[in-house]
């Protein structure tokens, strides 16, 4: 995908978009399943463990999406 626009429906919208909406999908289904994983205790300070998470999945996104992958199809 690259850094390239996203064309909808005429309207040319950043990749960033994107990145940061599969990265807020990410993260609501990690946080969800941490917390089952913890059997309902949350972390102590739950407001830096969200935003650090939602980084790290945004980043994810970017990063996996963004990158060039050979012509043969592999990694």
């Known amino acids: 995908m690259g850094l390239h626009e996203i064309t909808l429906g005429g309207l040319l919208l950043p990749p960033m978009l ?3 909406a599969l990265g807020l ?4 289904l990690l946080r969800a399943l941490l ?3 913890q059997k309902g205790r949350r ?3 739950e ?3 969200d935003t650090a998470l939602f980084v790290l999945c945004t980043a994810a996104a970017a ?3 963004s ?3 050979p012509a043969t199809g592999a990694f």
């Not at 999908?25 to 609501?28: E, F, G, P, R, V």
């Open 35 to 37: 917390y089952r994983l």
């Open 18 to 20: 994107l990145y940061v």
């Open 25 to 28: 999908a990410a993260t609501l």
């Open 47 to 49: 407001a830096w463990f």
């Open 63 to 65: 990063y996996v999406f």
């Open 43 to 45: 972390p102590w300070y």
């Open 67 to 69: 990158a060039s992958f």
